[in-house]
């Protein structure tokens, strides 16, 4: 029973709300889009009256609070939206650095991995003998297909000269290690 006498209170407020809009249709702004329409004009006798009332002191019209509103907040959401645009030019920047960082990162670990072959390789040459048969320094002709069958190649099996070589090697990715880890710090 309460729930009828909600509904009846209810249907009673709009026919008292659609009275007051028969009467004075100048002031109803029920809906957002009364605020953005421009007032029609009615033909009854009220509308002379009507425009001669909303012109105020020295014949200017007087604001419509409601279309102020809107206009406040249309402003707002433009404002809103530059400072969107702002944050996402930012993130977009910051997303370029993460991924230049990633990349100086995975080269890091490729030459960490390079110095620990280089250290392993190091450790299979016995100084002592003049020709290791572990390994050998070789240098190739590479074709454009990445395989070297029928071009210039060299080896060198001296432990002495690839003992020089692994450790100028040694210092030169340790010092690009060094680089790389100052690059990613910035």
Do not use: W
């Not at 977009?92 to 390789?121: G, H, P, V, Y």
């Amino acid at each position: 029973m309460s729930h009828l006498n909600e509904v009846a209170e209810m249907a009673e407020n709009i026919a008292a709300q659609v009275a007051a809009e028969t009467e004075n249709p100048e002031t109803v702004t029920t809906a957002p889009e009364a605020a953005t329409a421009e007032p029609q004009a009615q033909p009854t006798e009220a509308a002379p009256a009507a425009a001669k009332g909303k012109k105020g002191k020295k014949g200017q019209p007087k604001a419509n609070p409601d279309r102020e509103a809107f206009e406040a907040a249309q402003m707002e959401a433009a404002e809103r939206q530059r400072e969107i645009e702002a944050k996402q030019k930012e993130l977009q920047k910051c997303l370029k650095e993460l991924d230049r960082k990633k990349k100086l990162s995975d080269n890091r670990a490729k030459f960490i991995e390079t110095l620990d072959q280089l250290e392993e390789a190091e450790r299979l040459i016995n100084p002592e003998d003049f020709e290791t048969k572990r390994l050998k320094l070789s240098l190739h002709e590479v074709s454009d297909s990445g395989y070297s069958r029928d071009g210039f190649s060299v080896s060198i099996s001296n432990s002495s000269l690839i003992l020089d070589f692994i450790a100028m090697l040694k210092e030169k990715v340790s010092q690009k290690i060094e680089d790389l880890e100052t690059e990613l710090v910035k």
